[in-house]
């Protein structure tokens, strides 16, 4: 598991907390199942680009503040 993985779920769940939203409704705006979702914020599974778009537009941020290299606040 990469260092930058596991910070990169970090950061996703970071700010979906902050947004007040559940996997389960992070999962309707983008198309991906909880389930995935969770492999992500844990640093089990490394999202696609195309992922890592449809996270940043949900959550209401840059694709760049998701792959920051600094931890979350």
Do not use: C, Y
Not at 40 to 49: A, D, F, S, V
């Amino acid at each position: 598991m990469s260092p930058n993985i596991v910070l990169l779920g970090k950061r996703i769940r970071h700010f979906r907390t902050q947004s007040g939203l559940t996997l389960e409704q992070l999962s309707e705006t983008t198309g991906m199942t909880p389930s995935q979702l969770s492999l992500i914020e844990t640093g089990k599974r490394e999202p696609k680009l195309t992922a890592l778009t449809a996270l940043s537009e949900a959550l209401g941020v840059n694709v760049t503040d998701l792959l920051s290299t600094e931890a979350p606040d």
